[in-house]
């Protein structure tokens, strides 16, 4: 099923200017020049609906295919220098490499069978977040020297797992390091700094991203264990940064009949809004819920989207671009 819609160029391509966090609809494309932050993707791994399930909310999405979302994922755009950064290569990178091409369209016209990135930075080693790498391989694009950015252990795993380490092999993707808390210069106004977060690490530790530009900063934690697990406080990383994409993997505690949720464990969004509540709002609006499992009702219902609202916080949106830098925008904005 081809998930990009003609309508998300129209109606969802959203941007946060001057590190604010109100959001403003754009009819067009039309880029900053500024670099910015978009989303390519918000639910879990698995995507949403998920493959066999007949719930009903998965029904809703199955029985109309723009209701459908991709595997959270962002890219990381500089129109000035022309360069795309993809934060982790989902099962969705196809869709996701075609929605960021419409949005940032690749400058090198004589390049058209490569994915003109300039890196992939990589969260951890579950499903969701680097077997998109697969279509890096000489049996698809046959990319040639894409960067992949990677803790050790996830380092490790792809080198000495087949068939990941046959794209070290053949040049596909030379992989490059990242160490905690360590920042890394993407070019001369973007930096981004991998952060360790507490989750299942059975093949990899587990990073979120800090992504700093000229002036604006975000932070991106798709995965965590429960926020008192973490050796930092999240209220202070909120105050720390203009926007945040959380862990919005399930809604509240019983979401999966006959599961033990204390064997999966996300923070709620239930818990992390009560948690988080305290904040001033301005610093609540800061807050995106991202990731949402395919049981989770934000992506299916009014109820729980409206009630995560009216507490002072936000759902994240696919083709939502948020702005690095407040800088006039140009005659064409």
């Given at each position: 099923m081809h998930l990009f819609a003609p309508s998300f160029l129209i109606a969802a391509v959203l941007l946060v200017s001057g590190c604010a966090t109100a959001m403003t609809t754009r009819s067009t494309p039309a880029l900053p020049e500024a670099p910015f932050v978009a989303i390519l993707g918000i639910a879990q791994d698995a995507g949403y609906p998920q493959a066999a399930c007949r719930r009903e909310g998965c029904t809703i999405a199955w029985d109309d295919p723009t209701r459908a979302r991709l595997v959270?994922?962002?890219?990381?755009?500089?129109?000035?220098?022309?360069?795309?950064?993809?934060?982790?290569?989902?099962?969705?990178?196809?869709?996701?490499?075609?929605?960021?091409?419409?949005?940032?369209?690749?400058?090198?016209?004589?390049?058209l069978s490569q994915p003109a990135l300039a890196g992939i930075l990589l969260t951890h080693a579950h499903i969701g977040h680097y077997t998109g790498l697969m279509d890096l391989s000489r049996e698809v694009i046959g990319a040639s020297e894409v960067p992949v950015y990677a803790m050790p252990r996830m380092r490790s795993f792809l080198t000495t797992n087949g068939p990941w380490s046959q794209l070290v092999s053949q040049h596909n993707i030379p992989l490059r390091d990242l160490a905690a808390d360590t920042p890394v210069t993407l070019n001369d106004r973007i930096t981004i700094t991998p952060i360790l977060v507490p989750h299942r690490d059975e093949f990899s530790e587990t990073v979120g991203f800090r992504i700093q530009g000229p002036q604006c900063s975000a932070l991106y934690i798709p995965d965590i264990d429960k926020w008192d697990r973490w050796d930092r406080s999240i209220e202070d990383e909120i105050r720390s940064v203009d926007i945040a994409w959380f862990d919005g993997t399930f809604y509240r505690n019983g979401e999966i009949p006959g599961r033990d949720m204390s064997q999966i464990p996300?923070?709620?969004?239930?818990?992390?809004?009560?948690?988080?509540?305290?904040?001033?709002?301005k610093d609540r609006r800061k807050v995106h819920f991202i990731h949402f499992n395919h049981t989770n009702p934000v992506l299916w219902s009014e109820d729980a989207p409206a009630a995560v609202r009216a507490a002072g916080f936000n759902i994240a949106s696919e083709g939502a671009l948020f702005d690095l830098d407040p800088q006039p925008l140009t005659a064409e904005k």
């Open positions: 959270s994922c962002l890219g990381i755009v500089d129109p000035a220098s022309g360069q795309r950064w993809l934060i982790d290569a989902t099962p969705d990178f196809r869709e996701q490499l075609h929605r960021l091409d419409a949005i940032a369209p690749p400058t090198d016209p004589a390049n996300h923070p709620f969004i239930e818990e992390t809004m009560n948690r988080l509540a305290s904040l001033d709002e």
